[in-house]
Nanobody, 126 residues
Framework: QVQLVESGGGLVQAGGSLRLSCAAR????????MGWFRQGLGKEREFVAA????????LYTDSVKGRFTISRDAGKNTVYLQMNSLKHEDTAVYYC???????????????????WGQGTQVTVSS
């Protein structure tokens, strides 16, 4: 069992940056793959980025490649999403998720993840 708490969301102008954090409570955080998803108003939840337990495999959705960076700090039980060059279309609630089984290239579906945070709102003004 792991509890996830996101923070770092807010209002930012287009072109600006934000860093989201996801603090995990649970002894087995270091064994979980971690992901970030987002859900815009009236839209389905979509994959943003994921990182394997070791950090050796990192995945991004095409629309954020080169702008967003996912990372994890095992010592702090925290995963981060650094978001640069933000666009209006990045506006959404961002969710952190943990995956018990190993991360693969197909681990982009919400159903592949076992634990979820409550979400943090990111609003990018144009």
């Amino acid at each position: 069992q792991v509890q996830l708490v996101e923070s770092g969301g807010g209002l930012v102008q287009a072109g600006g940056s934000l860093r989201l954090s996801c603090a995990a409570r649970g002894r087995t955080f270091s064994t979980y793959a971690m992901g970030w998803f987002r859900q815009g108003l009236g839209k389905e939840r979509e994959f943003v980025a994921a990182i394997s337990a070791s950090g050796g495999l990192i995945l991004y959705t095409d629309s954020v490649k080169g702008r967003f960076t996912i990372s994890r700090d095992a010592g702090k039980n925290t995963v981060y999403l650094q978001m640069n060059s933000l666009k209006h279309e990045d506006t959404a609630v961002y969710y952190c998720a943990a995956k018990v089984s190993a991360l693969t290239y197909s681990s982009r579906r919400p159903g592949a993840y076992d634990y979820w945070g409550q979400g943090t709102q990111v609003t990018v003004s144009s």
